[in-house]
């Protein structure tokens, strides 16, 4: 897939994170990620109309035509625009599973602080 033929997704990170730095790393190795505008909404730009609060709070994307998706949703988006990927981001649109996704993320986002705090601890050794 190229950037002529695949929508253009801009996905907002929080780079102020170290579970997100390393999982958005993993999606910048892939060839698709070419195709994709990458915000680290930690770094204080324009959000396009996405307030900081929100964008640190979940995860978000942004098709080529404007729609905003956030949690679970915004995985599925991005997801299915990489090769490797694309049967996630079908599954987890598909009701009920994609209920059950974002289900999923909520837990995650509640268990994230401490996650983040052990993540630090761990990597300053």
């Not at 997100?20 to 915000?39: F, G, K, N």
């Not at 109309?49 to 949690?71: E, K, N, Y």
């Not at 993320?105 to 300053?124: A, D, H, I």
Request: contains cysteine.
């Amino acid at each position: 897939m190229n950037a002529a033929t695949s929508p253009l997704l801009t996905v907002y990170f929080d780079g102020s994170c170290p579970l997100c730095r390393a999982e958005i790393a993993i999606y910048r190795r892939l060839p698709e990620s070419q195709a994709m505008a990458w915000v680290d909404v930690s770094a204080g730009q324009d959000l396009g109309g996405l307030t900081c609060q929100a964008a640190m709070a979940r995860f978000h994307v942004r098709d080529s035509q404007g729609r905003m998706f956030s949690g679970a949703a915004a995985f599925s988006q991005m997801w299915r625009l990489f090769a490797g990927w694309r049967w996630l981001g079908w599954l987890s649109a598909w009701p009920p599973l994609s209920w059950c996704f974002e289900l999923g993320y909520r837990l995650f986002l509640k268990v994230r602080p401490q996650m983040q705090k052990w993540v630090r601890r761990w990597s300053e050794g």
